[in-house]
Structure formats: C-alpha cells, structure tokens
C-alpha cells in the first residue's frame, strides 16, 4: 500500500516523469490497499491502541510504551497516513475531525490527560503543517481519459490504474473520546482491516478498475484469486 503513496508523491512532484512512464507500452499502476486519503489506523498508532505497537512492545523488552509512542508520533510514514478527511464525511458525517490541525490534536489531550494518565504525545506542529500542504496537493489529483496538466490539476489516465480494495470484518473508521478515554470506532465489511474504501478508493476512480477480495490488508498480495 505504501508503493501507491510513493507513486503519489512523483506525481505531485515530478509528473513529467510520471508521464514518461505511463507511455512506456504495457504500464499499469496497481494500488494494494493504498490509503489516498488516508486511515484511522494512524491515528491508533498514535495514540497507543495499535496491534503493531502492542506487538513491539511486546517483542522490545524493556522499551516502554511512552518510549515507542515517542517514536511514533512524529515519524513521518504514520503522519502521512493520518486520515485527511477529504471522503470521509461519506461514513461519519460532522464528526469528522482535522487531524492535520494541531489545535484538535491539543483539545483532543487536553480534554484527556487532566490526571497525566496518558503515554502518547501530540504530534510535532511542523510535522502536522507538512500534512496539511499534503492535503491541499492530494486534492490537485484527478482522475480523466489521458495524463495532462490543467492548470493546476494533473489528470492521470485512469484506464492504466487499478486499485485491489480488501475486505475484512472490523475497520478503523472513526475517532471517539470522552472525559476519561479516546477509540477508535470500527466499520463492518467496508474496508481491509487498515484502509477503508472510502478513504482507500480515489473519488471518481473507474469502477471498472476496482477489484474486491476478501483478504486483510497485509495479506493482499497472498490472493491468488
């Protein structure tokens, strides 16, 4: 999924490349996965609830929780996942909060932490403004009939782009708190364990290139059907 997120990337900053590659016969882009717009699973990385951090806390001896989070919560691959929030409000309504704001991110741990309870840290403002600049450019990308600039839109040709959407029981989807605890809520059947469709699946994305399989998402490149 990370391998779409790079491809993203040299076509925001080098689309001329891109287009050299997209001419080359027989090209075609495939996204395992990808979180275009995104994932909550981000987010529960950061605030200490991933299996991935009880896993390495698990695996790390006497590295503490406080010290993995102190890692986490500024290190750029997670930050760059955080959810935008660009198609989001198709599962969650208003609820949908800015997490490139480091304001929501300062009411969310101080509504929190009156009693110091909790071991993760917000993340760093220079690293949240870098994902906000982020998002702006995210929404430059569209999706047409061939590659080419339009101002400032790039239209990528997407009869070459294909996305493979996973299909998993539970999927972080939505952020909740209250006075005592934060959690991440999940959504039935509607994403891959880690990404969801909505926020997986470029708007305006063809139909026709989207293929579900009923794998998790670390287990996508295991489906041989």
Request: aromatic fraction near 12%.
């Amino acid at each position: 999924s990370k391998g779409g997120l790079l491809f993203r990337h040299l076509i925001l900053k080098n689309f001329k490349m891109y287009q050299k590659l997209s001419n080359t016969t027989g090209f075609r882009w495939i996204m395992l996965g990808t979180p275009w717009y995104g994932s909550y699973a981000a987010v529960k990385t950061i605030i200490g609830q991933s299996n991935t951090l009880r896993n390495l806390r698990f695996i790390s001896g006497f590295v503490s929780t406080k010290r993995l989070l102190s890692v986490f919560h500024k290190y750029p691959g997670i930050l760059e996942m955080l959810p935008l929030n660009l198609t989001n409000q198709q599962l969650v309504g208003n609820d949908a909060l800015d997490f490139t704001s480091k304001e929501v991110w300062k009411d969310i741990y101080d509504n929190l932490d009156n009693n110091n309870n909790y071991k993760w840290l917000t993340p760093p403002d220079d690293q949240l403004s870098n994902v906000g600049l982020l998002k702006s450019e995210i929404g430059k990308i569209k999706f047409g009939d061939i590659d080419q600039l339009i101002g400032s839109d790039i239209y990528l040709d997407k009869s070459k782009i294909y996305y493979i959407a996973g299909n998993c029981e539970d999927t972080p989807y939505k952020f909740n708190s209250n006075d005592h605890e934060a959690w991440i809520e999940d959504i039935e059947y509607k994403g891959d364990s880690t990404v969801t469709w909505v926020e997986g699946i470029p708007e305006k994305f063809s139909d026709n290139n989207i293929y579900y399989t009923n794998s998790k998402h670390d287990r996508l490149l295991d489906d041989n059907a």
